[in-house]
């Protein structure tokens, strides 16, 4: 699931900001067993860059609670019984 968010929240340069969700898997090293998943927001912007904009911009919340609502709503599309 890819979302778009406008740059001008983060001030990085005019256009378009696509935001999506990866799941990166959690092992127990004993057993090499997958007992969840990360979910990690990507971009086009580069993390660092893009967090420190946004705290810069006062809207490092905001980003937060909308990188949390895209894990969800991806995650709802995965069909996984394991938890993240």
């Known amino acids: 699931m ?3 968010l406008f ?4 001030g990085w340069r005019a256009g378009i900001l ?3 969700t990866v799941f990166q898997p959690i092992v127990n090293l004993d057993t090499n ?3 969840g998943f990360e979910a990690l927001l ?16 006062g809207v490092l919340p905001q980003l937060d609670r909308y990188a949390r609502l895209l894990a ?3 995650y ?6 394991t938890l993240l």
């Open 18 to 20: 696509q935001l999506h």
């Open 2 to 4: 890819v979302c778009l």
């Open 7 to 10: 740059i001008s929240l983060v």
């Open 42 to 57: 990507r971009s086009s912007v580069p993390p660092a860059i893009l967090f420190k904009q946004a705290e810069e911009k």
């Open 33 to 35: 067993e997958i007992i």
């Open 72 to 74: 969800l709503r991806s």
């Open 76 to 81: 709802q599309l995965v069909s996984s019984p």
